[in-house]
């Protein structure tokens, strides 16, 4: 219950709301960066993952509406922390 508990307040907080505007603008600036080199990109493609870059509002929306999705998926077929 100490894990989901914790992971609740992650998803309360949000990491936007905890991190100072210029520091993010920071991090989306170097990201952007690292995506557009082709050694970057090819160490995600050898991991099997799909690179991909976008602003943070739209990443905060995916990651809201991930979340919701698999609360949802979690509670239908009964999963229950161990």
């Known amino acids: 219950m100490r894990r989901l508990a914790r992971l ?3 998803r309360r907080c949000g990491w936007p ?3 100072q505007p210029p ?3 920071r991090i989306r600036t170097e990201l952007k960066r690292a995506m ?3 050694e970057i990109v090819d160490k ?3 991991g099997s993952l799909v690179p991909a ?3 943070p509002d739209v990443f905060e929306t995916q990651v809201r509406s991930d979340v919701e999705r698999f609360e949802r998926l979690v509670k239908a077929i009964g999963i229950q922390l161990q």
Request: hydrophobic share 45%; glycine share 0%.
């Open 8 to 10: 609740r307040a992650v």
């Open 36 to 38: 557009a080199q082709p």
């Open 53 to 55: 870059y976008s602003a």
């Open 17 to 19: 709301e905890r991190i």
């Open 23 to 25: 520091s993010i603008e």
């Open 44 to 46: 995600f493609v050898q």
